[in-house]
Structure formats: structure tokens, C-alpha cells
């Protein structure tokens, strides 16, 4: 589904990744409701270490500490999210977008990595079917080197396991309609 933007890699070093397709089995309004829901993603985040949102200023926060895999330090993220609905000519279309932010109720943690440059844009729309055509956006900076073969995890098993995953929860999720 995502492919790396080498125009990002060339200007700045870091991979920006976009990605379309269809996820059968999953209705977008039931896909939207699955990212929104931080307690169902506990459940089913199989590298979630902690996630919680916290009201700040008037101000739903967001945060998630993940582990990483080949034993580097966890990374956390702070950010804002919405959810919207459109209605493009007659089509229906989910918008959930996010985005890192900072905040002094969320002070740094020792030996977890805060990545302070997130967003992450998904469009969800029927299939036609009983399935989502998605578009996704994502950019994050984890700081420091990225190595190669933590890129090729990402796109190889990291990236297709999480859409597993996600699919999964989709089909099991309690509010399902």
C-alpha cells in the first residue's frame, strides 16, 4: 500500500509515504471508528506500550509510546487528531488527520525517543462493496540515523503486518455495524 517519496529522502534524508488501496471486510465509517478508538487500539496494537488522551486547554491530546523493533529505544508521539466527515458530490468521504504537538503535560521521558514531527492523513471511502478504498499519508522524523534495514523491515513486514492487523481489527471490532 505505501511506497517511500524519494523527493522527500533527497531533501531532507527522511522518507515521507504515501499509499492507496482497498481493505475488504471493512466499511469506512467502521475503518474510522477503529482509528479513533485509543482503548480498542490497545487491545489490538501489537506494539502499543501506551496510549491515552488527555484534555489540555480545551485541547484532546494524544499520547503513544511504541516498542521498536531490533531493540532500539521506544519512540512516543504527542499529537492532536480529528475526524471528519465530507460529503463530495454525493460521496461520503472520512477524513481522520493527526499531527504532532507539544505540550508541558507531556515532558520528554529517559530512554524513549520523542518524535517531534508527525502527521498522518487517511481518506476513507466505500469500495463500492462492503470494503474501504484508503488513502494514506504519513510522515514522521524518528530522529537520528534511520538504518536501511529498519526501512526495509518497515516496507517488507512492518507496514503490510500493521494493515493485517488493522483489518483484523476491523472485523472484530465491538461497534461494528
Known sequence: MGTPDESRRKETGLYKYKGFGVLKDCPPDQLANVCMDLDY???????????????????TMVYLQVRCPFSKPNKDYVYIRERRELD?????????????????????????I???????????????????????????????????????????????????ELVKACRNYPGRT
Open 41 to 59: 487500539r490497545k487491545q489490538w496494537g501489537v506494539c502499543v506500550e501506551e496510549l491515552y488522551e488527555k484534555e489540555c486547554n480545551g485541547q
Open 88 to 112: 463530495v458530490e454525493g460521496r461520503k468521504i472520512h477524513v481522520v488527520l493527526a499531527q504532532s504537538t507539544s505540550h508541558p503535560e507531556f515532558p520528554e521521558r529517559s530512554g524513549v
Open 114 to 164: 520523542r518524535v517531534t514531527q508527525y502527521k498522518e492523513s487517511l481518506a476513507l471511502t466505500s469500495d463500492g462493496g462492503n470494503g474501504s478504498k484508503v488513502f494514506m499519508y504519513y510522515f514522521d522524523n524518528l530522529g537520528g540515523e534511520i538504518l536501511t534495514r529498519l526501512i526495509d523491515w518497515a516496507a517488507k513486514k512492518g507496514v503490510p503486518e500493521f494493515l493485517k
